[in-house]
């Protein structure tokens, strides 16, 4: 029976729980409603006091979970949608993300963030967060775009001891299945190849790289063969296989969902120029959502934000050059 990236991540959280007693979750409508997209349906039956409902105040659920953790608990908090983390930014950036290098106390407090757009959500519903908590040091940022690292990066995220923003593409919650659950997969920090290429690079994350990956498929039928990398993690980001990747193809795209201004595709493209300029045969390009706020109709979202043929547009001048 196949598992959808919701399910893995329903799994990964049950066995937190089952396998340590210091896991709970916290979260608005989580209990017995099962969160707003069913990411804890049934957590509850089997878990009766360690998955527990949350007042409609993102501030105050981080602030408790920031208790909870130096005091040696590692909880996991549900926000219902990426956007409304802002609410609890100030305990996110300035207690949960300074408070090893304050006191030499960790936070593990795992954060999941339902990330990114789907048709007709519309701007306070769609926002992907990461660049903006992968700015601040102290905070782990993962993004991971299979179901194998929906399961695996969650598990690994809740055993660490540094507090982590977790964002999981709403999209991609039944979009995606798989199998079977991974035993074994890449530790966060560490970028994979999805796809292998030489005459272009692709880097990207998340709900991007299918269609990253679809555009490839485009282009192999053009005769060019599009390397695709997924970085799985953007803090830490893994500079060395984007370098290696570069240096076998020599042509840089860097695709993001998020709003273009700064950003990981601006990280991306920073780190090749300063580290592997000499790597470059022509000048890197990125591409991003519209900078203007997300919109409701679906026609518009799907012009908004990155797709195959926008990608594939993007590939067939840059492997021209």
Known sequence: MSTTYLAAIREAQAVALREDPNVFIYGQDIGKFGG???????????FPNRVMDAPISEDAMVGLAIGAAIEGMRPIVEMQFADFSSIGFNQIINQAATHYWRTGVP????????????AGSGPFHSQSMEALYAHYPGLVVVTPATVEDAYSMLLESIQLDDPVIFCEHKLLYYHLKADRLPTVN???????????????TVVTYSAMLHESLKAAAM???????VEVVDL???KPIDTDTILGS?????RLLAVGEAFPWGGVTAEV???VVSEGFDLLDCPPIRLNAKDTPIPYHPNLWKAHRPTADSIYAALSELVRK
């Open 36 to 46: 707003a997209f069913k990411a804890t349906k049934g957590l509850i039956d089997e």
């Open 219 to 225: 282009l192999a039928e053009d005769g060019f063969h």
């Open 269 to 271: 493209l920073s780190r």
């Open 232 to 234: 799985r993690s953007v």
């Open 186 to 200: 890449l530790p966060v920090g560490k970028a994979r190849i999805a796809r292998s290429g030489r005459h272009a």
């Open 107 to 118: 936070c593990p407090i795992t954060l999941r963030l339902p990330s990114g757009g789907t």
């Open 246 to 250: 570069v240096a076998r193809t020599g």
